[in-house]
């Protein structure tokens, strides 16, 4: 399949919510610690670095929000790669890890970060936790809502469902290996279900592949021309937290810190709950 690059949200937050954000890492930077009040790390006082990025989808719509701030307010440059947390796809995080390709950060699901420094693929303690998010399901607008709204619904409309997409990621994997057996519909999801690599669900479903995709739900709502029906019911959902890590052998360590920080700070928070994640960073 061919891969999908994440689409920028910035017309769907507002500007001058955008304006805000900047303005409180700027005003707040010498209580946050993240260098960036005036003269400490600004492209005149600062040699600007280049950062290398490698990021999963969950935190993809804050990220591409928060970016560009960074690099207006640092003079830093930010290249980013972007792939699935966990499978082995060819352009998922572990297989380009695998195959030595070179990051200062990597962000994705807590646990597959956790993996990765055990196998001594990101620095061991290096991790910072940003955002939160929940799995959710979508369908193509003009076609019925089905209802999710309870564990028996959610059963219900898997059984109905004729074709069904999911996620080769983090929340795909909890589907496949834990939510289905659970339901005890994984034998009746054999053959209809159908779990997408290199691709946003979303995308699948738009086109008509599938009847409903499921995805964390900051992966979701992006796609204005589906209906997002809601996150899973609470007794059966996933909350997982996205994480940033520094990379074993990154060039710039400490400014990859200082990005992550950033990241994480509690000014952000804004921009990463309008995209239907829970902020980690406490206000």
């Known amino acids: 399949m061919t891969a999908i690059r994440s689409?920028?949200?910035?017309?769907?937050?507002?500007?001058?919510?955008?304006?805000?954000?900047?303005?409180?890492?700027?005003?707040?930077?010498?209580?946050?610690?993240?260098?960036?009040?005036?003269?400490a790390a600004t492209?005149?006082?600062?040699?600007?670095?280049?950062?290398?990025v490698v990021t999963s989808g969950g935190f993809s719509a804050a990220y591409d929000q928060l970016i560009p701030l960074y690099e207006q307010a640092t003079g830093h440059k930010v290249v980013t790669s972007r792939g699935a947390s966990m499978g082995n796809a060819q352009d998922s995080i572990p297989s380009r890890l695998a195959r030595?390709?070179?990051?200062?950060?990597?962000?994705?699901?807590?646990?597959?970060?956790?993996?990765?420094?055990?196998?001594?693929?990101?620095?061991?303690?290096?991790?910072?936790?940003?955002?939160r998010s929940m799995i959710g399901m979508s369908v193509r607008k003009g076609t019925p809502k089905p209802d999710i709204s309870t564990v028996d619904a959610l059963k219900q409309t898997l059984l109905d469902a004729k074709t069904i997409a999911y996620s080769a990621s983090a929340s795909g994997t909890y589907l496949a290996n834990e939510l289905f057996p659970r339901l005890g519909v994984a034998e009746q999801m054999k053959g209809k279900a159908t779990r997408i690599l290199s691709e946003r669900v979303g995308a699948v479903v738009l086109r008509g592949d599938?009847?409903?995709?499921?995805?964390?739900v900051s992966e979701l709502l992006p796609f204005k021309e589906l209906?997002?029906?809601g996150p899973l019911p609470d007794e059966v959902q996933q909350r997982v937290f996205f994480s940033a890590g520094v990379a074993t052998g990154a060039k710039s360590p400490e400014t990859a810190r200082h990005l992550i920080r950033f990241l994480a700070a509690p000014a952000a928070a804004p921009i990463v709950?309008?995209?239907?994640?829970?902020?980690?960073?406490k206000p």
């Open 43 to 52: 492209p005149s006082t600062a040699a600007a670095d280049e950062i290398r």
């Open 273 to 281: 709950r309008s995209t239907g994640m829970e902020p980690a960073a």
């Open 210 to 216: 599938a009847d409903i995709g499921f995805q964390q």
């Open 100 to 131: 030595g390709e070179q990051f200062d950060i990597v962000i994705l699901a807590d646990g597959a970060l956790d993996n990765l420094a055990a196998q001594g693929k990101v620095e061991a303690g290096s991790r910072v936790d940003l955002a």
């Open 227 to 229: 209906e997002f029906v």
């Open 7 to 39: 689409t920028p949200l910035q017309s769907s937050v507002p500007s001058t919510l955008r304006r805000r954000t900047l303005g409180a890492l700027l005003g707040g930077a010498l209580s946050l610690g993240l260098g960036l009040a005036l003269g």
